[in-house]
């Protein structure tokens, strides 16, 4: 096994100068199918830059194969670095730019495997010589683009904090109503305001030493992608950790609120959001803006239990979020309307989740034990212990009933009365 290491070293070594003899046809391959599959990368500018990148990836990895060149000793051509930084400031998903790397891996590995062929070895050379070959590059790759989108965060960062200065000015004149130029606003923004909107406050529950405000920008714009937005969001950052932000939905008047919450998922998880209503025009541009800061301002009142919920939408808590303004007489109302059940224990959580459900299914015994996985008798025995415990039956307030327990959901223990009481 130790006299194999050498003999696979040296048939690198043979690859990379027969690969050398022709590598200019080799890197106008690479390049010709990454021109083919590139995209949106060819929107920021300086493509040039990608292919110097490229090209002295291609000679770095030769080195590599050819003269045993470590690893750890290499860093990313200054033309890769340089063209991180125009993507990050044109907003052109780092996604992107990391597939780019993909295909000329790619690229680059099947002209090795070519030459490879063309040195007309024995099998066993060939699959070790494969194998070392797939190791260094793989490596090599990882490597770089570890490199390369730093490079793209700190300077999205560093961009970002510029751009928002001077750009927050402009939304806030939009969302005070004073009076604007609407041309000029789009113009300055690069945002189209006339058109429907979505409008959105993210953060970070926990915001590490560094600025976050490219990660949020990072998750905004994924967010459009799976919501399948016409155009580019508009995003404010708003300190280290939070942003707001507009997704333009064209003249699309409504989103999937079923979708949403995985959508949000799927873009990043540890982001929490809230969001305002689909609206109109520029006046939905604010109204939509002012959604989302008072369903924020929801969340900020929930409870510790009640404050894991990744994404809050205005149209599924606009009753409880209007009324919270006031949180001693929601919660006065709550006790009222619930009675006994507003109890802040086991047995009392038991009845109300099993009441909304029944709520929420039409008040189907059936439909709800099979949600909640229980017996039918079981929910009918819940359900009237639960209107013995009001005083009242389900139907006489049922629209109460239905806010009351929206409310719990999303404050929690906020408004529930603390009790000492055991429950058989």
């Known amino acids: 096994m130790a006299g194999a290491i050498p003999e696979t070293e040296k048939l690198l070594t043979a690859v990379a100068a027969g690969m050398r003899a022709h590598l200019s046809d080799i890197t106008g391959g690479i390049w010709e199918q990454l021109l083919a599959e590139i995209g949106p990368l060819r929107d920021g500018g300086g493509v040039g830059l990608l292919q110097a990148g490229m090209t002295a990836h291609v000679a770095t990895l030769l080195d590599v194969f050819e003269y045993g060149v470590p690893l750890d000793t290499i860093e990313g051509p200054a033309a890769a ?14 996604h992107a730019l990391i597939r780019a790397y993909r295909i000329a891996h790619r690229s680059f590995l099947q002209a090795c495997l070519a030459e490879l062929h063309r040195q007309c070895i024995e099998e066993e050379a060939s699959v070790a010589a494969t194998s070392r070959m797939l190791a260094l590059s ?19 960062d560093r961009w970002l904090r510029n751009e928002c200065a001077g750009r927050t000015a402009r939304v806030r004149d939009v969302l005070a109503a004073r009076e604007v130029d609407l041309e000029g606003a789009e113009s300055a923004l690069g945002y189209r305001l006339r058109q429907h909107h979505l409008g959105l406050v993210a953060w970070l529950p926990t ?8 990660r949020l920008d990072r998750f905004t714009s994924g967010l ?21 932000a507009w997704l333009p939905l064209g003249s699309r008047d409504r989103v999937s609120w079923a979708r949403l919450p995985s959508a949000v998922e799927d873009a990043d998880p540890s982001v929490r959001v809230c969001v305002g209503s689909v609206e109109p025009g520029i006046e939905g541009f604010r109204r939509t803006h002012r959604q989302a800061l008072r369903v924020q301002e929801l969340a900020a009142l929930a409870s510790p239990d009640c404050r894991d919920c990744r994404c809050t939408a205005y149209a599924r808590v606009a009753p409880i979020a209007m009324m919270s303004a006031n949180i001693d007489d929601l919660r006065r109302w709550v006790r009222s309307v619930l009675g006994p059940l507003a109890d802040d224990d086991e047995h009392c959580a038991r009845l109300r989740e099993t009441l909304r459900v029944f709520l929420d299914t039409g008040c189907s015994y059936t439909a709800t034990g099979s949600s909640q996985i229980l017996h039918r008798n079981t929910v009918q025995y819940r359900i009237r212990k639960a209107e013995e415990a009001m005083g009242y039956p389900v139907q006489e307030r049922r629209t109460d009933l239905d806010v009351a327990l929206l409310a719990v959901e999303h404050l929690g223990s906020v408004l529930l009365r603390k009790s000492n009481t055991e429950h058989a």
């Open 81 to 94: 670095y340089e063209y991180a930084r125009r993507l990050a400031q044109s907003g052109t998903p780092v």
């Open 207 to 214: 915001a590490h030493d560094r600025a976050e405000v490219a």
């Open 138 to 156: 793989f490596d090599y790759i990882d490597r770089v683009t570890e490199q390369v989108i730093d490079v793209y965060q700190r300077e999205r």
């Open 224 to 244: 459009a992608e799976l919501l399948d937005c016409p155009a580019r969001p508009l995003f404010v950052g708003q300190g280290r950790a939070a942003a707001w």
